[in-house]
């Protein structure tokens, strides 16, 4: 027997933004389907859009597999592992022993392909899913704030600032396209 791929699942059991009061309770699972979806849509807009060659599918597994480290760590709250480079580089180690002790799970014949994803070793096309972390937290800050939790609003302006400082036009895009359905309600979706 294996356990990797039922470590993996329990992703669905680890809770986010376990400092805040959420309205919409989120799981780190959920989150990397949310980041996987965004990173497609952003890569395509760099595409489509901006004429850019960026390999899609590669960078949508990168993103499947963006926090599995989190099923050993746990989901770690921002302002923790950020308050200062101490903290942040205890947590960079932390979450280096977490991602080796999967890889160790792997077995030896498919270690070449998952070793890279859970090691997240191409930082030009990580960039495409650190984009779309970003705007998950962001569209979650904008889901929540529309439902009336104001705990979400220092937050939704620390992740917009930090998408600002990427540069990436993308990221722009759907902001200005698609983040405004966020806001809505199900009847506005609708058109009714």
């Known amino acids: 027997m294996n356990a990797f791929f039922a470590q993996l699942f329990r ?19 959920e989150h990397s389907y949310h980041v996987a979806v965004l990173t497609h ?15 899609v599918e590669r960078a949508v597994t990168l993103a499947l597999f963006h926090d599995v480290t989190e099923v050993i760590t746990g989901d770690i709250p921002g302002p923790v592992k950020h308050h200062n480079p101490r903290i942040q580089k205890g947590f960079r180690e932390l979450e280096s022993l977490a991602a080796d002790r999967l890889c160790d799970m792997v077995p030896a014949e498919l270690k070449d392909c998952y070793r890279p994803l859970i090691l997240s070793e191409d930082p030009e096309l990580y960039r495409w899913v650190k984009g779309a972390d970003l705007l998950d937290g962001y569209l979650k800050c904008l889901t929540e704030i529309s439902a009336g939790n104001r705990e979400f609003i220092v937050a939704r302006d620390e992740l917009k600032e930090r998408m600002d400082q990427l540069q990436m036009p993308e990221v722009d895009y759907f902001l200005e396209h698609f983040a405004p359905g966020f806001t809505k309600t199900l009847d506005e979706l609708s058109g009714e």
Request: net charge positive.
């Open 11 to 29: 992703l669905r059991l680890i809770q986010r933004w376990n400092l805040m009061r959420s309205v919409m309770p989120e799981n780190v699972a």
């Open 41 to 55: 849509a952003l890569c395509t807009i760099a595409t489509e859009i901006y004429g850019k060659e960026v390999p």
